[in-house]
Each structure stands twice: as structure tokens, then as C-alpha cells.
């Protein structure tokens, strides 16, 4: 069982940066692909950036392209998604997810966190 801890959300104008963590309790995170979601109030959860249990590969939604980054942070165990030029379409709960060996192309996970906030002003 991997329990997971988002951390980083809040409230920032468009066009700022935002740098959202998650970390796992008690267990490293080096051999599970982790990804982003995010789901906006009324919508369905989507897919945002993933990257490979080995951090060889990411991938990110169309959307996010070229504006967030998603890595791994292997002495504080956690993997980050930094956020740089919001806009307020962005406004969502954001949730990490893992799966032991993820790759990539595999959008399916495991384990998820329970979200943090991130609401972009105009």
C-alpha cells in the first residue's frame, strides 16, 4: 500500500507559477510511475504529466505542454510538478498517482492522493 500526499496547492494570478509535491509515506517512490490529474469543478478527472518509473520518459496532456514539468526528486522522495505560466483554466483539484513499474503509456494507476487545490485568478 503507498499512501500519497499531495502538497503545493493555492490560490495565484494568471500567469504565475505554481510547484506542486507529492510524497509517499514510509516507502520510496523510485520504482513507481507517478502521474498528474486534475479535475475541474463539473468535469471529468484528466490526465495532466506522467513520468516513468525510472524517469527516462514524461508525457504531458496537450494542454500543458511547453508550461508544466513534471520530475523526480529522488533525496526528498517526492515527485514535483512545476507550474509556470497558469491560466485560470488550470483552476482544479490536482491528485498524484503511482503504479509499481509505471510507464508512460499506461494511464492506469493504483494509488492516488487525496488532491490539492490549485485556483488560478484572472
Known amino acids: 500500500q503507498v499512501q500519497l500526499v499531495e502538497s503545493g496547492g493555492g490560490l495565484v494570478q494568471a500567469g504565475d507559477s505554481l510547484r506542486l509535491s507529492c510524497a509517499a509515506s514510509g516507502r520510496s517512490l523510485s520504482t513507481y510511475g507517478m502521474g498528474w490529474f486534475r479535475q475541474a469543478p463539473g468535469k471529468e478527472r484528466e490526465f495532466v504529466a506522467a513520468?516513468?518509473?525510472?524517469?527516462?520518459?514524461?508525457d504531458y496532456a496537450d494542454s500543458v505542454k511547453g508550461r508544466f514539468t513534471i520530475s523526480r526528486n529522488s533525496a526528498k522522495n517526492t515527485v514535483d510538478l512545476q507550474m509556470h505560466s497558469l491560466k485560470p483554466e488550470d483552476t482544479a483539484v490536482y491528485y498524484c498517482a503511482a503504479r509499481i513499474l509505471g510507464v508512460v503509456h499506461i494511464k492506469q494507476y493504483d494509488y492516488w492522493g487525496q488532491g490539492t487545490q490549485v485556483t488560478v485568478s484572472s
Open positions: 513520468i516513468s518509473w525510472n524517469g527516462l520518459n514524461t
